[in-house]
């Protein structure tokens, strides 16, 4: 089945920093990479996604980018805010709908 | 508005026990998800549906089943529970429509076996 691993575990920038999470998966014939936010005791959350087809999406502050070939995906959020402080997941969904998440970044937003 | 359900937030069972864990949501999903959430590994599936009475297994189906006779309704079951089966536990549906992959969470359930 699918491997996605995730970069790095925790991560701390200083507010108004950008921030930046890798993801790596192992299967080709995955289709759909998602990110998810997680705030403290509340369930995960979509905040964007990118289909195969796309290399890049924005909305507002976040980012993710896509590289097939190497098959990675990031997630870029620039003007960091405090209330940007969560656990973030990358997943990546095989075409038989199965949907594998990585471990998490624990990201601290510091004021 | 997408609304997932479980039974409960949190429960405590003792080792031995066969307990049930129950998501309902309320869109006409035609997948469903369950997962396990422990620090530092992140979300593990145990098992997913695409249909009523279909299931795959996930990475960690061992010690667990689930049952879906009805679209709306996802059940695990964790036959014998064990104290390393003390995790959070979460219920996630999506649509089967490639317009839309998203997956909706339910709250969690907290499990505790002594």
């Known amino acids: 089945g699918e491997n996605v691993e995730q970069h790095p575990s925790t991560l701390s920038v200083q507010e108004g920093d950008s921030a930046v999470i890798k993801c790596t998966y192992s299967?080709?014939?995955?289709?759909?990479f998602p990110w998810y936010k997680q705030e403290l005791g509340k369930r995960p959350q979509l905040i964007i996604d990118?289909?195969?087809?796309?290399g890049e999406k924005k909305d507002q502050r976040i980012a993710v980018t896509l590289n097939k070939t190497a098959k990675h995906f990031s997630l870029h959020i620039t003007e960091t805010q405090p209330e940007d402080s969560a656990v973030y997941f990358c997943a990546a969904r095989h075409y038989n709908n199965d949907m594998r998440f990585g471990a998490g970044t624990r990201l601290t937003v510091k004021p | 508005d997408v609304k997932v359900t479980q039974s409960s937030r949190y429960l405590v069972k003792r080792t031995g026990e066969k307990v049930f864990l129950e998501c309902v949501q309320d869109m006409d999903h035609e997948n469903m998800f369950w997962y396990r959430q422990d620090p530092g590994l992140g979300l593990r599936l145990i098992y997913f549906?695409?249909?009523?009475?279909?299931?795959e297994k996930g990475d960690i189906p061992e010690g667990y089943s689930v049952s879906r006779e009805k679209k709306e309704r996802f059940s695990l079951i964790l036959e014998s529970a064990s104290t390393n089966q003390t995790s959070m536990y979460l219920c996630?549906?999506?649509?089967?429509?490639?317009?839309?992959?998203?997956?909706?969470f339910g709250p969690g359930t907290r499990l505790t076996v002594t």
């Open positions: 549906s695409y249909d009523v009475k279909m299931k």
């Open positions: 990118i289909r195969s087809n796309v």
């Open positions: 996630a549906s999506s649509l089967g429509d490639r317009a839309s992959y998203e997956q909706y």
């Open positions: 299967d080709s014939a995955s289709n759909y």
